[in-house]
C-alpha cells in the first residue's frame, strides 16, 4: 500500500491537470501561439524529449516502452512511428483524451495505447525500457526514489526520467510561483541536488541492478529539468 502522503499528492497532480491547468497544457502541447514564458518552456520540453529519444535505440522495431506520465502523448507518439510498441499512461483522464484525439491513425509498425492510471499501479507486463518524463518532480526525494523502484522492475533495459535540479535560479522561479493565487498554483516541484540524488539511487536496495549513464540538463527559460539514464547491469 502506498504511503498516505504520496496518495495525496498524486491526487493533488491529477486535479491540478483534470482543472486548473488543463487549457493552458492543451496549448503548451500544441503547435498555438504562446507568451514569452510560456514558450521557453514549450522550447524546453522539445529538446528534452528529443534528449531522452536519442537515448533509445535508434530502430525501436520489437521494443516494449513504458511512457509513465506521458501527459499529451507526444514523446509516446514519437517513439511509437520508429516502431516501438508503447503504453503511455498518465493519471490526468483530460490529457489522455487530448492524446487519444491527437493519436495518427498508423505508425507502421509501431503500436501505442493510452491508459489513464498510475504509473506504479499499472499491471501490464514488463517493458525494455520505462521513460518518465517531468512526470516525477512533483514527488518528495524519497517518493520520487521509490518510485523509481518501483519502475525499475517493470524494465529490463533501462530506466530513463528527469528530475528537477536544485539551483540559486529554480528556487527564485518558486519564490516567484508563490506569489499567484493559491488556486492558480501548480502542484510545487520538489528540486533535488545530483549530489542527493546520487546517493538516493545508491543507497536504495531495489535499484541495486541498476547504474546510472548519461546525464544531461536542460535550461531554456523557466524551464529547468535534470535528464537522466538508468541501465540495467
Partial sequence: MEPHSYIRRRNEIESYFDGTA??????????????RIRQTVRAGREEMRKTLLSWLPEDL??????DAGCG????????????ADVTATDLSKSLIEIAQNRRPKL????????VVGDMLELDVGTFDYVVAMDSLIHYAPDHMIAALAKLSQKARRGVLFT???????????????????RSDRAPAIEPISSFQME????????????YACRTKRIASGFYKSQAMEL???
Fill in 163 to 181: 528530475y528537477a535540479p536544485k539551483t540559486p535560479a529554480l528556487a527564485v522561479m518558486h519564490a516567484i510561483g508563490r506569489a499567484f493565487p
Fill in 107 to 114: 505508425f507502421g509498425c509501431g503500436q501505442l495505447e493510452f
Fill in 231 to 233: 541501465l540495467a547491469e
Fill in 61 to 66: 522495431r520489437g521494443v516494449r516502452i513504458l
Fill in 22 to 35: 488543463f487549457e493552458a497544457w492543451k496549448r503548451l502541447t500544441s503547435e498555438a501561439p504562446l507568451g
Fill in 72 to 83: 499529451t502523448g507526444v514523446l509516446a507518439q514519437e517513439a511509437a512511428a520508429r516502431g
Fill in 199 to 210: 546517493k538516493l539511487l545508491e543507497s536504495e536496495p531495489k535499484l541495486s541492478g541498476w
